[in-house]
């Protein structure tokens, strides 16, 4: 068989398209990756209250920390956006003090607690809230919820007592589960906790705490 001889030039050109070829594979695979990372949708922090006693707080970096009622202690952190309330009217976070007791709706974020609403239960001044204020509380089973006349009607002490009506507005908060719902999501037979405060119509419905959810009994 006779052979073939290409000159080198020849060779350097066959060669070259394949060269390119592994080179670019090469960098293709160290490449990869290499980009911006894939994090995912980031999950959406679970919101949960936190209920104690202000021990210490530091106002410099908007902090604070309260030692819950079950033995914890939680380091809780606020923004401009935090909202405090104290006897129905909001007031300025600034005003927190040692002894304050407090129930703090939070979001978890590593080791720190990052504060949505605080609700002031008991002032460390005056030893506690006056009877026409925020510190009005009524329990009982939601028999109706009327979105027309924004109204709740309701029967105290469970099933067993009477009903009773209690009037809502737009700063009407409902949690159940440490999250937040409309008011309308409420539904007959959610066993509650309200505190009210003091409005032009009567007593207003300032915070809805549903205990006991009417599916679960």
Known sequence: MATVRLPLGSWARLAAPALLLLLGACASVGDYGTGYPDRGYPQQASRQALVGEVRNVDHGNRRFLVQEQNGGR???AYDERTRLVYEGREQPVAGLEPGDRVRVLASRDGGLWRAEDIEVLQDARSGGSSGDGYGTERRGAISYVD???????????GYTGGEQRVSYDSRTLVEYRGQRYPVDALERGDLVRMSLRRGERGWVADRILVEVSARER
């Open 147 to 157: 979105s027309r006349t924004r109204e709740i009607r309701y029967t105290e002490g």
């Open 74 to 76: 939680a380091d809780v």
